[in-house]
């Protein structure tokens, strides 16, 4: 018991830290923003899948991919796909001329469904997709490249390649993927309507539940051996070759890791949002997520989950305002953190903790130097202590 | 002299050429086993590349490199190392963000793929054999010191205990004594005439009096060939080896 609770937990700090995050994205928030607020916070939340997957792959096994929208996409394009099929039902697309099929389709004069839609019909099985398409996709190209020993840049570039290609194909192809437009227009969810305020609710503590997981499930990967393997590739992956590791399939574990907790991601964003689009899967999408990581901090789980919900809301904010500048806001962000703050939130975190520690222990060391005030000194330290 | 079963490592017209260059050329060698070999030559004589091409970090252009009958070339890195070849490299490689103890249990020989990374427990067997290696290669009293903060001979040291916990039965290092002190060539020198006992060594060395101490015997490589070979008193004496090496 002991032991899960240091290894998934991370110990009391990472116990407390997980604590408090819970406290803010399942009480404080619920109970002080509207269900529009909310929703929105829902939906940065699904974000903050693939930042904390980022952190996994980036952060800890050193490999920036810079397509992590593909894999986001394709769990949302799996979910939506149940969702259209089941708002397409012959009552609901009677006027179509033919019935039954997506209305896009029915606009591109397909006439019937194309046979990878099929399978979509069945619930467990899209839920199974949203896992495994995102994955068995990773495993493909990381295996491909890590194998090879393409890592960096190379990789980050091809990643990105990735990331065009497919948000050009399923914007290429209006009939079968619903092109630019995307998925819109979804209702239900095996006849529970998604729409009304109460599912939106739902909705919203099944993603802050799921990432709790995810970053529990995370923590645990990295306090076994796996984490020290990862560490010490980072450092020097000749070293790990040499002592007997196969280092790509390392890479590719973590590369599937992430992808599987984005495609999650994908899937409930399209269930509180409503729809899905190739803008979610190209090459912007994929940068600004790890930008979220990076200001979060790309060693940590939590602070990838806080740089997400900071960064998209100063992009809300921002963008209402000044919907020109975000743009430049948001690069600027990124050269600061990468030149001022490397670490990111988590690591001014640790710093501010550093400091405190040290302006404590200056305090007690002064209070020392004066036994005169016994009486005194005792409840300044004390209260200094508290506010601490 | 040497029987078939006692030559642990032979290697048949090995060659490398990078782009026409032959770093590497017709070279053929074997070590026996149990035995303390030193490969010594001027810079840019090939023996890091020899190194590279046994352990798999170069591939050869053409020849054969045979471990215990096996043949290592086209084989996986770390298909080679599980097969009992440890490389130690120039530089201290390290991990420098983790213990002395973890850099140790990194390189237990167990659950070394990913599925065996995640159900990995750390055992009194594994703690054990963490602290044997320790003892070896003097690091007892420094197991939770992070890796950094090590002395550069320490961190040789450690390195080789690395290579100790897969208790590999050919034993490879690049100059490991470079950048050492007195006290602790003597010391290092005592840890691999003892570890010698049940494994071949292949040693680069420059350090003469190093080598005198320590080598069975002495392989001079010059221009990716082998210039001479045998005793430490023969090569001294060899005309050709103090023109290209000893004598400048």
């Known amino acids: ?388 | 002299m040497t029987s078939e079963t006692d030559i642990l490592l032979s290697i048949e017209d090995l060659t490398v050429s990078f782009d026409g260059f032959k770093a590497v050329d017709a070279l053929k060698l074997s070590i026996d086993r149990n035995e303390l070999r030193v490969i010594i030559g001027p810079n840019g004589a090939g023996k890091t590349t020899v190194l590279d091409l046994i352990c798999g970090k170069t591939r050869a252009t053409h020849g054969s490199v045979k471990f215990k009958g096996h043949e290592l070339l086209g084989m996986a890195e770390h298909k080679i190392v599980r097969s009992g070849i440890g490389r130690k490299f120039q530089t201290p490689s390290i991990y420098e963000n983790l213990t002395v103890f973890e850099n140790l249990e990194i390189s237990y020989p167990h659950g070394q793929n990913v599925l065996g990374c995640l159900m990995f427990q750390r055992s009194d067997a594994v703690i054990q054999r963490i602290e044997r290696v320790a003892e070896t290669v003097f690091l007892k009293e420094m197991l939770e010191i992070e890796g950094s903060f090590l002395s550069h001979g320490q961190k040789q040291w450690l390195e080789i205990g690395m290579l100790l916990m897969h208790d590999p039965e050919l034993l490879m290092l690049d100059e490991p004594v470079a950048g050492m002190s007195p006290a602790e060539r003597e010391r290092t020198a005592e840890l691999l005439n003892r570890i010698c006992a049940n494994r071949a060594i292949l040693i680069i060395e420059h350090d003469m009096e190093f080598v005198q101490r320590i080598a069975h015997k002495v392989t001079v490589l010059h221009l990716g060939k082998i210039l001479a070979e045998g005793s430490m008193a023969s090569i001294q004496q060899n005309e050709r080896v103090r023109d290209v090496y000893l004598g400048h």
């Open chain 1, 1 to 388: 018991m002991k032991k899960i609770y240091q290894n998934v937990f991370g110990g009391n700090s990472g116990f407390i830290g997980l604590a408090l995050l819970s406290l803010l994205i399942m009480v404080v928030l619920p109970l002080s923003l509207d269900i529009f607020r909310l929703n929105l916070v829902g939906k940065y939340l699904t974000y903050a899948f693939v930042a904390v997957g980022l952190v996994f792959l980036w952060g800890n096994s050193g490999v920036l991919s810079l397509g992590q929208g593909i894999f986001f996409g394709l769990g949302g394009y799996c979910m939506a796909m149940f969702l259209k099929l089941e708002a397409s039902s012959p009552e609901n697309t009677k006027i179509q001329s033919t019935p039954g099929i997506p209305d896009f389709m029915d606009w591109n004069q397909i006439t019937h469904l194309p046979a990878f839609w099929a399978p979509f019909k069945s619930f467990p099985f899209t839920l199974l997709a949203v896992i495994a398409v995102p994955t068995v996709l990773a495993f493909i190209l990381g295996t491909a490249m890590f194998k090879r020993r393409v890592g960096g840049v190379y990789f980050a570039v091809i990643t990105q390649a990735v990331a065009l290609i497919l948000s050009l194909g399923i914007d290429g192809n209006q009939g079968i993927t619903g092109g630019r437009n995307g998925i819109t227009d979804l209702r239900t969810l095996l006849g529970w309507d998604i729409r009304t305020t109460s599912a939106q609710y739902k909705l919203y503590f099944l993603t802050c539940i799921l990432l709790l997981v995810c970053i529990l499930v995370s923590r645990y990967v990295l306090s076994t051996r796996i984490g020290r393997v990862l560490l010490a590739m980072r450092d020097r992956e000749d070293r790990v070759r040499f002592s007997g590791y196969d280092v790509a399939s390392f890479k590719v574990f973590t590369f599937c890791m992430s992808a599987a907790m984005s495609g999650i991601g994908g899937a409930l964003f399209v269930l509180q949002v409503g729809f899905i689009s190739p803008s979610l899967v190209g090459i912007v999408p994929s940068i600004e997520m790890v930008i979220f990581a990076a200001v979060g901090g790309k060693m940590s789980l939590l602070g990838a989950v806080y740089g997400t919900l900071l960064v998209n809301t100063g992009k809300s904010l921002f963008s209402e305002n000044f919907p020109q500048l975000w743009l430049f806001f948001m690069g600027g962000l990124f050269i600061a953190v990468v030149m001022f703050f490397p670490n990111g939130l988590a690591g001014l975190w640790v710093t501010l903790q550093e400091r405190l520690a040290m302006a404590k222990q200056r305090r007690q060391t002064r209070q020392r130097e004066i036994p005169d005030d016994g009486l005194e000194a005792p409840e300044i330290a004390k209260s200094g202590g508290e506010q601490i």
